[in-house]
C-alpha cells in the first residue's frame, strides 16, 4: 500500500515537500523551504512527519529554494540517502543553496533588523549544503531510476526552469505523477512541458490556476520602458536570478532590434548569482531552446550589456542619473542588492521600477504594487514617487490554459490532488479537473494522509 502526506505546499505556494510512503519506505517529492509571510515562515520549524534520518530518497523536480531550500536542513538533521534531480537542477542547486546559506548566515550575523521584527533563524550553513550536494545523483529525463526497490521514477520536461520536471512513479503497478512546477506552451526560452499519458494519481501545481496570463508581455515590456524612458531616470527591473532575470534579458534583446529608443538603452544586471544561471544556459545547450547571441557573446544577445559582479560595481550604478535599465534580484524585494536600488529610487520621480512576477504578501514587492505611498527600507522612510508597473505575463508557471491543456494529455481519469496555490486557484484547478475532465479532485490540505 502506498500513502501520500502533504507536508508541504497545501494550501501556501511555498514549502513544497510531499511525502511518498510505499511499503513502509519513506521518499519525500522536493524539499523546500516555506517562504513570505512569517506565519508560512513558520511552518519551517514544525518537526517532519517522518525524522530526517528515516526517510530513504528525495526526488527533486527543479531547483527553486521552495522546491530545495529545506534540504540542507534535512541532511543537518541526519539525512543520509540520495537526492535524485537532472544534471541542470544539480547546477542551479548548487547556486541557490549557497546563496541560501549566505543569507541566512549574513540575516544572523545582523541581527535582521531591517524591516522584519521576526527574524528567521539560520537552518544552515555551507557545511550542510555542501554535505547535501554529496549526496546528489542526477538523472537525465526519460530515464527510469530506481528507489529503495519499491518504486521506479521518470522524469520529464515540465517547461518551468532550466532542467524542471515532473516525475512519474510506478509503484505496487500504479503510477503516480508529481507535476512540481508546471511551465507554460509556447515560451522563448523552454521547450513545452512533456505529456503526462496514463496515471492514477496526479499530483498538480495550481499557482495561477485562476488566471490566465496575457499571451506577449514583449509589448507591455515595450510601452513601460518607452514611458520610463520619456521619464527621464533609470528604469529598476526586479527579477529573480532563476530563469525570469533570463526571460527578462531575451525579451530586452528583442526589444532592441524592434525600437530605436530602446537599442540605446544602458542594460545593467546586477546579480552576481542571475550571471552564474545565464551560464547554465551554455553549458546545457540541450535543456532549452537555440539562443541568437551577438558577436561580443552578451547573454541572450543583449547589446550595451554591463555585469555587476563586484559591490563597488553595484554601487556606482546609484550615481546614474539618465535612462537605463537595471536587473537586480529579488524579484520581489524581499533581499538582496535589489533593496539597494529601492532604496535609491523610490523617492525619485524620474525613475520607474518594473515588477516582471509574482508578489507574495507580506513582500516589499507586494506592498509597492498594491500603492503603498511610504515604505520603510534600511531603516528610512521613503515616499513612492517613482513610476511602479506590474507585468505578469512573464511568469514561469503555467495559467489555467496551460494547466487545462496539460491535463488534456492525460490518457486515464487520475484523482487529481490540488497542490502549491491559495486555496482560491488550488479549487479552481480541482474544479477544472473535475468539470473538464470527469476526474476525482480535491485540493490537498497540509498534514492529511490519503492512499494512493
Ligand atoms: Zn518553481
Request: with cysteine; charged share 20%; glycine share 8%.
Amino acid at each position: 500500500m502506498a500513502e501520500l502526506t502533504f507536508v508541504g505546499a497545501a494550501g501556501t505556494v511555498t514549502g513544497s515537500k510531499h511525502l511518498l510512503t510505499v511499503e513502509g519506505h519513506h521518499f519525500f517529492v522536493d524539499c523546500g523551504l516555506f517562504q513570505g509571510v512569517v506565519d508560512v515562515r513558520s511552518l519551517n520549524e514544525l518537526p517532519l512527519p517522518v525524522p530526517a534520518a528515516r526517510m530513504e530518497a528525495v526526488v527533486i523536480t527543479h531547483g527553486h529554494l521552495d522546491h530545495i531550500g529545506f534540504l540542507p536542513k534535512l541532511v543537518h538533521d541526519g539525512f543520509r540517502g540520495p537526492i535524485f534531480c537532472t544534471p541542470p537542477t544539480r547546477e542551479l542547486m548548487q547556486i541557490v543553496l549557497d546563496d541560501s546559506a549566505h543569507l541566512q548566515q549574513t540575516l544572523q550575523e545582523r541581527g535582521f533588523h531591517h524591516e522584519r521584527p521576526h527574524s528567521p533563524p539560520a537552518y544552515y550553513n555551507e557545511d550542510d549544503v555542501a554535505a547535501t550536494m554529496r549526496l546528489v545523483k542526477t538523472v537525465p529525463l526519460e530515464q527510469q531510476f530506481d528507489l529503495a526497490g519499491v518504486a521506479k521514477v521518470t522524469y520529464r520536461n515540465a517547461g518551468h526552469i532550466i532542467g524542471s520536471a515532473f516525475a512519474q512513479f510506478e509503484y505496487e503497478g500504479r503510477r503516480a505523477t508529481f507535476s512540481g512546477d508546471l511551465g507554460r506552451y509556447g515560451r522563448p526560452l523552454l521547450y513545452d512541458p512533456e505529456p503526462i499519458g496514463a496515471a492514477d494519481v496526479l499530483v498538480s501545481e495550481s499557482t495561477y490556476g485562476d488566471r490566465i496570463h496575457p499571451p506577449d508581455p514583449s509589448d507591455e515590456l515595450l510601452q513601460a520602458l518607452v514611458e520610463g524612458i520619456a521619464r527621464g531616470g533609470p528604469i529598476v527591473i526586479p527579477a529573480f536570478a532563476v530563469e525570469r532575470s533570463q526571460d527578462v534579458l531575451l525579451a530586452l534583446a528583442q526589444l532592441q532590434q524592434r525600437d530605436s529608443r530602446v537599442a540605446t538603452l544602458p542594460i545593467y544586471l546586477d546579480s552576481p548569482m542571475a550571471a552564474k544561471v545565464d551560464a547554465l544556459f551554455e553549458e546545457f545547450p540541450d535543456a532549452h531552446k537555440p539562443i541568437p547571441r551577438d558577436a561580443a557573446n552578451a547573454p541572450f544577445g543583449v547589446q550595451n550589456f554591463h555585469l555587476c559582479v563586484t559591490t563597488d560595481q553595484s554601487k556606482a550604478l546609484n550615481a546614474i542619473t539618465s535612462p537605463c535599465v537595471i536587473i537586480s534580484a529579488s524579484g520581489m524585494a524581499s533581499g538582496g542588492r535589489i533593496l539597494h536600488h529601492l532604496h535609491n529610487r523610490l523617492a525619485d520621480r524620474s525613475a520607474t521600477i518594473i515588477f516582471a512576477g509574482y508578489q507574495s504578501a507580506g513582500t516589499l514587492g507586494y506592498l509597492i504594487i498594491h500603492g503603498a505611498h511610504t515604505l520603510r527600507i534600511y531603516g528610512d522612510a521613503l515616499p513612492v514617487l517613482a513610476n511602479i508597473v506590474h507585468l505578469s505575463g512573464f511568469s514561469a508557471h503555467a495559467d489555467q490554459n496551460d494547466l487545462k491543456r496539460w491535463f488534456g494529455t492525460c490518457t486515464s481519469k487520475p484523482q487529481l490532488y490540488a497542490v502549491h496555490g491559495e486555496v482560491e486557484s488550488a479549487t479552481a484547478v480541482a474544479t477544472l479537473a473535475t468539470e473538464a475532465f470527469g476526474w476525482q479532485a480535491q485540493v490537498a490540505r497540509r498534514g492529511v494522509t490519503v492512499t494512493i
